[in-house]
């Protein structure tokens, strides 16, 4: 029996009737329209190899059960499967098509980890310190304008309200005090970076 | 400009690819095992290798 040119309703009716043959001609009329379809949207070799694999796995269980009706639709109804695969991967891991690395380029050498590893957090709890122990060895009223400026996010004009002096002092003293801060750090050869 | 936008980066045909023949046969092997048993209005289904 030439099967190549039933029409899909023969082929789905024979396959419900035991004709495991139907299937495979089935598949190999649609496979690359399906896998296309999904490799359209998904970008990516294995993934659409899984999602080609598990549309195929529910047409077989679907037309075994008995769940479906022919209404000469076998097509649309498997890309309406692939389709809600798809959405189904895309939801799995909450996010749009990935990048695709190419042997050329690495999206990791572009994108780094903004976090720290715990080894640097240690280095940055170190440095902070030392910092603070720089700064409070400033004369009092420098320290006082840095502190508010950096540590407290004061604006200028709220220091020199809190300070009782002018804005342009308060910013002369801040000039100063990051003056005696390097100062300090060239003299005694003191690093401070990550 | 319409053709730079519209480039894709994906070099390879997406309307030219099918899926692994070891695919395939995977799905027709299942096919061939799953069988669905009716018991009662209750459907069951067995794989048999």
């Known amino acids: 029996m030439k099967q190549d040119t039933h029409t899909d309703a023969v082929l789905v009716s024979a396959y419900i009737n035991g004709d495991e043959s139907a299937l495979s001609h089935l598949i190999t009329r649609h496979k690359q329209r399906i896998y296309s379809f999904i490799y359209s949207k998904v970008y990516n070799r294995d993934v659409t190899e899984d999602i080609f694999q598990d549309t195929f796995i529910k047409v077989i269980r679907s037309l075994k059960r008995g769940k479906y009706n022919e209404e000469g639709k076998f097509l649309p109804w498997v890309m309406r499967i692939a389709h809600n695969l798809v959405i189904d991967h895309f939801r799995k891991n909450n996010r749009m098509p990935k990048f695709e690395n190419k042997d050329d380029f690495n999206i990791f050498s572009v994108l780094s980890d903004g976090s720290l590893n715990a080894e640097k957090q240690l280095i940055k709890g170190q440095v902070e310190n030392d910092v603070r122990r720089l700064i409070e060895e400033l004369p009092e009223d420098q320290k006082e304008v840095l502190v508010m400026r950096i540590y407290k996010e004061m604006s200028f004009k709220e220091i020199s309200k809190q300070t009782d002096v002018s804005i342009n002092t308060a910013l002369g003293r801040m000039r100063y005090a990051l003056i005696n801060l390097r100062k300090v750090i060239d003299k005694h050869n003191i690093v401070l970076t990550n | ?49």
């Not at chain 2, 730079?4 to 096919?31: C, G, W």
């Open chain 2, 1 to 49: 400009m319409q053709k730079m936008y519209s480039k894709t980066s994906h070099p390879e045909q997406v309307n030219n690819m099918a899926p692994k023949d070891e695919t395939i046969r995977f799905l027709l092997d299942y096919s061939k095992a799953l069988s669905v048993k009716r018991y009662n209005n209750l459907k069951f289904e067995a794989l048999l290798n």
